[in-house]
Each structure stands twice: as structure tokens, then as C-alpha cells.
């Protein structure tokens, strides 16, 4: 990334041209997950809305098995936690790692092959569940003949990713590398492990949940956190034009995140019947994880500092500092409520339910969609259509996981200070949370109308409605002359 | 050494610490707990499940139930609130949730083991010594019937609505008002012209059953004692359907009924 000599004009074509070849050999593979993965996110998005009604009408779609509330919730957190975020996840490893190594993709039919497998797995997924397979394990609902299909998908991705960084021409290996790296690697021992210790052989009594909550845990921790923070690291320079801020932070925030938070999970059963120490050690690791956070916020933001004004034009940027800003900020509240008495009230609430879209929405989903910004154009050589549709996607978007966020925090607080008081009965929990549920369905339902947006947009690229991608990017506005060299 | 290298071994070495630590100290030191029993001798305590509420295991993992309902209780040290100027805890076992705390003991046959994370219903652990059977059918097929202001889902798709034949209900049938039975899952009433046919068909019998029913007689010539006979009749059985339990339904509250996670006394548990 870095560059201390000035660069030629040759030297500029020259890359650019590299750059192209490289996206060339990407294309097919890079662009089916990509395209997979928003299929299942609005696959998901559909889901979420339904199961988010049926909480505050139950009355709203009864009748049919396959659509009572429990299957429609695992469904869609298998949707858009295991199809869109994976494959989101595998696109961006894929499409990084060539570019950063610098080396074109080689054998990508393989890729394909890799990506189908997942995407069978998903749709046995989705329709198992539906139709009664699901196995009611958190994160691992899917029906026991789904996980082959992931393992071999991810396998694949995985070696495949480590070998082009074996063939890599870049001898600078750059931080975005170092977290692909590890989470191509911890990935697919997570959930061979967890797939074993639960379904195969399962293991005695609560050591289930233990490792439910270890695997959910590291699932967001060692798998898609480090993605979308490879990916931030990505994108702010490469649009802002400028290096990282400090090489030296960006080292300690990866290695106490790989140190610290595969031990948070267990802080998910304070007060069940598990071991106290369990608990307390991921407390410990939780209060931990302010290292890389803080390590990675001073970084990316002393990187965008006198870039701001940027935001205003680039909507790979925007969406992505979104992201960068929402991981701050639900990593501090993650280490506070593994805290015992904040987990005390927080546990088993929609408070828990806030802070995770927040994780998986404000952070990893906004931070995804800022790579889909910049990355599609570069793989199809088409221009977004529309600034006016990316405008609608960020807005409803933004607006939506933040009314998500603030109504079901609230809601979800107040329910559990109620249920940890005795003298307060059912009925009065139920009625009080209504309004905060109908919150969050008209949070939905925004959220799903920048999806759409977003569905319109990527459709028309692919389609080859945008323009061609010889001048600059599509914009929200156009910058001032003066702005400098904004890419993205 | 290879960058590559670095970050593979450093990966793999911050990983199996906490693989070791979380995962495989605790299955080395729970794997093997075995079941209670006061004096050698006594009835073993827990025991696995068998027959229907096995099979009830897993309609309740395939619908889902885990996601609006826990199965731990908690101590007496667990959570607070405030009660005449003092601080209280342990509302788990005060709700009635269970008569102690749930320990590891208490799941060893459990595959797998639902602890669950939301509590938008009541715990589960101990619910078996909570209701009867005949409670958990009509709750089932719709929870509306039961506790107007529930939000849990109808589970009307493990029932049967069936003509009777031969003038004999079954001896399964659900005992519940037909407001909730002619259209199971959701709450019925009829039009106002389907009531004036009703009325009109059966003038003859209607008056009597109410009558019987009630030491003061609806008044039918009034609009007002027409509605109270309407919300009379709708509260009793229809007579020539029945909703029966799937062998699904029967299932899953066979398991409700063996849910008795947080009642015999273990050791290990000391407040």
C-alpha cells in the first residue's frame, strides 16, 4: 500500500492494467457469491420481517406449519447469518487476497464448484428448516444433512485462498491479508468442531451449549469480524488514497483479537448451569477485546482524519466507515454487558437481540455493502445506474438499524429489569415490549426497502445498465475539483 | 520465517487456547457425570427420556419453541430487584420457575440441550410440574384460549378438526369452547346473518341449553340478551366436530409433561 517513491506514469498503467487482468480472473467466481449472498440476504430480509410481525401479531400468517414463528426465525438467521454473511464473507476473501497478493485467480470453475455446494446446503437449509428438519441450536439450526455441503464449500475457499497467497508477487503482506489468513483457517475447524461435539458425537449435556456459544461466538469473532475489518482496512485507503495510519496498531489489533476473543463466548450462560469460571474467564477476555477495538478505531479513524469530507461522495466510503463506526461501537457494548451485573438484566432480553444487529447489520452488513460499492464496478465494468437508488439503500438503512437499535435496546432493557422482579406478572411484560416490537417491524420493513434498492442497483450492473467504467465512479454528488483523487 | 507461517502458527496457537480452555477442560471434567441417587438403590435421578417424549423432543427443537423459551433456572443469588426499600433476588425461583437452580447434572440425557436465550414466555425447565395435559392441548392449539394477552403461536397445524361419527366423541377430543375450535388457531364468530340462521335453525334448542346453563335466562326478545346468548354459545363445545391431537401433539406434551428439571434435590446444589 504503501509507497515511498513517486510513482511514473508507466508505473501507474502498468498497475492499473495488472489490477484489471487480476479482476478479470476474478469476475465469475467473486460475482456468484457475491450475487448468492444478496440473494439470501433478501431471502432473509423477508424472513426476519415475517418473524418480527408474528411477535406482536400471532395472529398475522397462522395456520401453516412451515411459517409458525420458530421456523421462520431460524430460517431466517440461517439466511442471512449463514448464506448472505458466508458467502459474503468468502467473496471478499477471495477477491482481497488476489488483489493485495497480487496474482490473478487461477482455476476459478473450482470456486464456482465451491460456491454451488454452499448455496445447495443453503437452500436444504432454508427448506429443511421450513418444513421441520430444524435442529433448535442456535446458529447451527441447520437440518443434520446441511453441514457436509458447508464444510466441503468452505474447504475449498479456504485452501484456495491460502494457496494464492502462496503465490503471492507482493512481498509487502498487507494487515487486510493477516485477518483472511486466520479466518480461512479458524472457520472450518470451528464448525467441523461444533458440528461434532453437537450433532455427530454429541457431547454430554450443557458442554452442548458451551460449545453452541463458543462456536456462535468466534462465528461473528474469528469469521466475519476479521473480514470486515480486513475489508475497512481495504477500502478507507484505497478511496481516501492514503496509507494506513500506523502499521504498529493495526498489528496489535489483530493479534489480541485472535488472543482474546475466541474466549469471550461464554460470558452468552452467565447464571446457567455451567461451570462459574466459564463465565468469569470470558468476562475477562470480553474486557480484553477493548485492546484491538480501541486499536482499530484510533487506526481507521486517525486514517480518515481530513477525510471526512469524502463521506459526502463516495458510497463505498460512506457505507463502510458506517461499519467502521457501528464496530466500535457494539465491541465497547459487547465487552460491557459480558460485565455480570449488565448481563444479569440484559440475558435472555431483545436487549441481546438489539446488540446483535447491530454487530451483524450496523458493523459486518453496512461494512459489506461498502465493498459491494467498490468492488462491483471494478468486476463488471459497469458504473452503478443510479446515485439517487444508493442514496435510498444507505438512508433507509441507516435509518432503519438505528430505530432498530435504539427500540428494541430500550424494550429490551425494561423487559429484563421485569423479569428480574417477581412482583411484576407475564402479562405486563408481554403488553409493555408490544410497542417496541412494532418498532422494530417498521425498522424491518425500512430496512428491506433499501434492500430493494440495493437488489435494483446490483441488477442493473449486472445486467449492463450502468455506464462503462472508464471515467470516475459513481457518485452521490460530484466533488469539488479540488477534492483530489477520490476513488470508489 | 515465512509471513505466512507466522500468522498460521500464531492462528493456530491463540485458537487452541481457548479451545483447550473453554472446550476441552470442561468435557474432560462434566463428560462423565452420572445420575443421582440419595442411597444406593433409590430411584435414579434424571433419567433419560423415552417413547412419546422422546419423539416430542423433536417437534419441539423442529418449531422452534427454544426461541421464546429457556430452559434454567437460576439461584436465589441471581438478578435483582427492589421490594419495600430492600434488595431482593432470585426471581426465577420466586416466579414459581422451579423449586432450586438448575446444575449440569440436571441435562445429561438432554441431546441436545436446549438451554435456550429468550425468555418472550415463561422458563420451561420445570414446567412439568406446573399443568396437566388437558391444560397443554387447548394451550397449544391456540394460547389465546387460555391467557387472552399471550403472543405465543397457535400450534394449530398439530391438531385434526373431524366430523363425529356415530354420535360419540373421541375420548382425546379437546373440551373447548367452539369460538376457538370451528376455525382452530384462530378465534371464530359468526356473521351476523350466519347468527340469525343459527338462531332461526335452532330456536327450539338454543333457549333450553342456555337456560340450563344459567339461573337467569337469556331474554331473546331483546338485542341484548341475544349477544349474551351468543357469548354463551360460543363458549361451548361444538357438537358434532372435534379437534383431536396429532400423535405430534400428543408427543410434545408428553416431554412438557416430563420437563421436571428443578425439583429433586441435588447435592450440589446448596444455596
Known amino acids: 500500500?504503501?509507497?515511498?517513491?513517486?510513482?511514473?506514469?508507466?508505473?501507474?498503467?502498468?498497475?492499473?492494467?495488472?489490477?484489471?487482468?487480476?479482476?478479470?480472473?476474478?469476475?465469475?467466481?467473486?460475482?456468484?457469491?457475491?450475487?448468492?449472498?444478496?440473494?439470501?440476504?433478501?431471502?432473509?430480509?423477508?424472513?426476519?420481517?415475517?418473524?418480527?410481525?408474528?411477535?406482536?401479531?400471532?395472529?398475522?400468517?397462522?395456520?401453516?406449519?412451515?411459517?409458525?414463528?420458530?421456523?421462520?426465525?431460524?430460517?431466517?438467521?440461517?439466511?442471512?447469518?449463514?448464506?448472505?454473511?458466508?458467502?459474503?464473507?468468502?467473496?471478499?476473501?477471495?477477491?482481497?487476497?488476489?488483489?493485495?497478493?497480487?496474482?490473478?485467480?487461477?482455476?476459478?470453475?473450482?470456486?464456482?464448484?465451491?460456491?454451488?455446494?454452499?448455496?445447495?446446503?443453503?437452500?436444504?437449509?432454508?427448506?429443511?428448516?421450513?418444513?421441520?428438519?430444524?435442529?433448535?441450536?442456535?446458529?447451527?439450526?441447520?437440518?443434520?444433512?446441511?453441514?457436509?455441503?458447508?464444510?466441503?464449500g468452505v474447504g475449498i475457499v479456504s485452501a484456495w485462498t491460502v494457496a494464492t497467497f502462496r503465490r503471492r508477487r507482493e512481498l509487502h503482506v498487507y494487515v487486510t491479508q493477516w485477518y483472511i489468513l486466520a479466518a480461512v483457517f479458524w472457520f472450518p475447524w470451528l464448525y467441523t468442531v461444533a458440528v461434532l461435539m453437537i450433532f455427530w458425537m454429541p457431547a454430554t449435556g450443557v458442554i452442548q451449549p458451551v460449545v453452541n456459544w463458543w462456536f456462535g461466538h468466534n462465528y461473528l469473532g474469528l469469521w466475519l469480524t476479521p473480514i470486515a475489518v480486513g475489508t475497512t482496512y481495504y477500502i478507507i485507503p484505497k478511496v481516501i488514497g492514503r496509507p494506513v495510519h500506523s502499521y504498529y496498531l493495526s498489528i496489535i489489533g489483530f493479534w489480541s483479537l485472535a488472543?482474546?476473543?475466541?474466549?469471550?463466548?461464554?460470558?452468552?450462560?452467565?447464571?446457567?448451569?455451567?461451570?462459574?469460571w466459564l463465565a468469569t474467564a470470558s468476562t475477562v477476555g470480553s474486557m480484553m477485546m477493548f485492546i484491538p477495538v480501541i486499536a482499530v478505531a484510533i487506526n481507521h479513524h486517525m486514517t480518515m482524519l481530513g477525510s471526512f469530507q469524502r463521506l459526502k461522495y463516495s458510497p463505498a466510503l460512506r457505507f463502510t466507515v458506517f461499519g467502521a463506526i457501528s464496530y466500535t461501537a457494539v465491541s465497547f457494548q459487547g465487552s460491557i454487558e459480558a460485565l455480570k451485573d449488565f448481563s444479569e438484566v440484559a440475558h435472555f432480553t431483545h436487549y441481546t437481540v438489539a446488540?446483535?444487529?447491530?454487530?451483524?447489520?450496523?458493523?459486518?452488513?453496512?461494512?459489506?455493502?461498502?465493498?459491494?460499492?467498490?468492488?462491483?464496478?471494478?468486476?463488471?465494468?459497469?458504473?452503478?445506474?443510479?446515485?439517487?437508488?444508493?442514496?435510498?439503500?444507505?438512508?433507509?438503512?441507516?435509518?432503519?438499524?438505528?430505530?432498530?437499535?435504539?427500540?428494541?435496546?430500550?424494550?429490551?432493557?425494561w423487559q429484563g429489569r421485569m423479569l428480574n422482579n417477581p412482583n411484576i406478572p407475564m402479562p405486563n411484560i408481554i403488553e409493555y415490549l408490544l410497542r417496541f416490537l412494532f418498532a422494530r417491524s417498521l425498522a424491518g420493513g425500512l430496512i428491506g426497502l433499501g434492500h430493494l434498492a440495493f437488489a435494483l442497483l446490483l441488477v442493473a450492473n449486472l445486467m449492463g445498465w450502468g455506464r462503462q467504467r472508464s471515467g470516475g465512479p459513481t457518485y452521490f454528488v460530484e466533488p469539488a475539483p479540488n477534492a483530489g483523487d477520490v476513488q470508489g | 520465517m515465512d509471513r505466512g507461517m507466522v500468522i498460521f502458527v500464531g492462528a493456530l496457537l491463540t485458537f487452541s487456547s481457548s479451545?483447550?480452555?473453554?472446550?476441552?477442560?470442561?468435557?474432560?471434567?462434566?463428560?462423565?457425570?452420572?445420575?443421582?441417587?440419595?442411597?444406593?438403590?433409590?430411584?435414579?435421578?434424571?433419567?433419560?427420556?423415552?417413547?412419546?417424549?422422546?419423539?416430542?423432543?423433536?417437534?419441539?427443537?423442529?418449531?422452534?419453541?427454544?426461541?421464546?423459551?429457556?430452559?434454567?433456572?437460576?439461584?436465589?443469588?441471581?438478578?435483582?430487584?427492589?421490594?419495600?426499600?430492600?434488595?431482593?433476588?432470585?426471581?426465577?425461583?420466586?416466579?414459581?420457575?422451579?423449586?432450586?437452580?438448575?446444575?449440569?447434572?440436571?441435562?445429561?440425557?438432554?441431546?441436545?440441550?436446549?438451554?435456550?436465550?429468550?425468555?418472550?414466555?415463561?422458563?420451561?425447565?420445570?414446567?412439568?410440574?406446573?399443568?396437566?395435559?388437558?391444560w397443554h392441548h387447548p394451550h397449544l392449539l391456540n394460547p389465546r384460549a387460555i391467557n387472552g394477552w399471550s403472543t405465543?403461536?397457535?400450534?394449530?397445524?398439530?391438531?385434526?378438526?373431524?366430523?363425529?361419527?356415530?354420535?360419540?366423541?373421541?375420548?382425546?377430543?379437546?373440551?373447548?369452547?367452539?369460538?376457538?375450535?370451528?376455525?382452530?388457531?384462530?378465534?371464530?364468530?359468526?356473521?351476523?346473518?350466519?347468527?340469525?340462521?343459527?338462531?332461526?335453525?335452532?330456536?327450539?334448542?338454543?333457549?333450553?341449553?342456555?337456560?340450563?346453563?344459567?339461573?337467569?335466562?337469556?331474554?331473546?326478545?331483546?338485542?341484548?340478551?341475544?349477544?349474551?346468548?351468543?357469548?354463551?354459545?360460543?363458549?361451548?363445545?361444538?357438537?358434532?366436530?372435534?379437534?383431536?391431537?396429532t400423535p405430534e401433539a400428543e408427543s410434545l406434551v408428553a416431554y412438557l409433561l416430563e420437563l421436571r428439571k428443578a425439583e429433586t434435590p441435588l447435592p450440589e446444589v446448596k444455596e
Open chain 1, 259 to 276: 488472543l482474546f476473543y475466541s474466549w469471550a463466548g461464554m460470558h452468552h450462560l452467565i447464571g446457567g448451569p455451567i461451570p462459574a
Open chain 1, 355 to 413: 446488540h446483535a444487529h447491530l454487530g451483524m447489520y450496523g458493523f459486518f452488513t453496512m461494512t459489506m455493502f461498502g465493498l459491494f460499492y467498490y468492488m462491483v464496478p471494478r468486476l463488471t465494468g459497469r458504473e452503478w445506474a443510479s446515485p439517487t437508488l444508493i442514496r435510498v439503500h444507505f438512508w433507509c438503512d441507516a435509518i432503519g438499524i438505528t430505530i432498530y437499535f435504539v427500540s428494541l435496546s430500550i424494550g429490551g432493557w
Open chain 2, 152 to 245: 405465543m403461536p397457535s400450534f394449530a397445524f398439530l391438531y385434526t378438526r373431524e366430523k363425529v361419527v356415530g354420535g360419540q366423541k373421541s375420548d382425546k377430543a379437546l373440551k373447548l369452547g367452539r369460538e376457538w375450535t370451528v376455525n382452530p388457531g384462530y378465534r371464530w364468530r359468526p356473521t351476523d346473518a350466519e347468527w340469525a340462521a343459527i338462531l332461526a335453525r335452532r330456536v327450539s334448542t338454543l333457549p333450553d341449553v342456555s337456560q340450563a346453563a344459567t339461573p337467569n335466562p337469556f331474554n331473546l326478545t331483546t338485542a341484548a340478551g341475544k349477544a349474551e346468548l351468543l357469548a354463551f354459545w360460543l363458549t361451548t363445545d361444538e357438537e358434532d366436530y372435534q379437534v383431536i391431537p
Open chain 1, 1 to 152: 500500500m504503501a509507497t515511498t517513491t513517486p510513482l511514473t506514469q508507466t508505473d501507474r498503467e502498468r498497475s492499473a492494467l495488472e489490477r484489471r487482468e487480476i479482476d478479470a480472473s476474478c469476475r465469475v467466481p467473486v460475482l456468484y457469491f457475491a450475487t448468492s449472498a444478496a440473494f439470501w440476504l433478501l431471502v432473509g430480509t423477508v424472513l426476519g420481517i415475517i418473524a418480527s410481525i408474528k411477535l406482536h401479531s400471532p395472529y398475522f400468517l397462522t395456520g401453516s406449519p412451515e411459517l409458525t414463528f420458530g421456523r421462520v426465525r431460524m430460517a431466517h438467521l440461517q439466511a442471512v447469518g449463514v448464506g448472505w454473511s458466508a458467502m459474503m464473507v468468502m467473496a471478499a476473501a477471495i477477491w482481497l487476497m488476489c488483489r493485495l497478493s497480487r496474482v490473478a485467480l487461477i482455476y476459478p470453475t473450482l470456486l464456482v464448484f465451491a460456491g454451488t455446494m454452499w448455496n445447495i446446503g443453503m437452500i436444504a437449509d432454508v427448506v429443511g428448516i421450513l418444513s421441520g428438519d430444524a435442529q433448535s441450536v442456535e446458529w447451527l439450526d441447520a437440518p443434520s444433512y446441511v453441514p457436509p455441503f458447508f464444510i466441503t
Open chain 2, 19 to 134: 479451545w483447550l480452555g473453554l472446550i476441552l477442560y470442561p468435557y474432560w471434567q462434566m463428560q462423565n457425570e452420572q445420575p443421582y441417587a440419595k442411597t444406593p438403590g433409590d430411584d435414579l435421578y434424571p433419567r433419560p427420556l423415552g417413547g412419546a417424549a422422546l419423539a416430542g423432543v423433536k417437534v419441539y427443537q423442529a418449531n422452534g419453541c427454544l426461541y421464546c423459551h429457556t430452559q434454567q433456572v437460576r439461584s436465589a443469588k441471581f438478578g435483582n430487584w427492589w421490594e419495600d426499600g430492600q434488595m431482593k433476588t432470585g426471581a426465577d425461583i420466586r416466579r414459581g420457575w422451579g423449586t432450586r437452580r438448575t446444575v449440569s447434572r440436571d441435562y445429561i440425557y438432554d441431546r441436545p440441550t436446549m438451554l435456550g436465550t429468550m425468555r418472550t414466555g415463561p422458563d420451561l425447565a420445570n414446567v412439568g410440574t406446573r399443568y396437566a395435559e388437558a
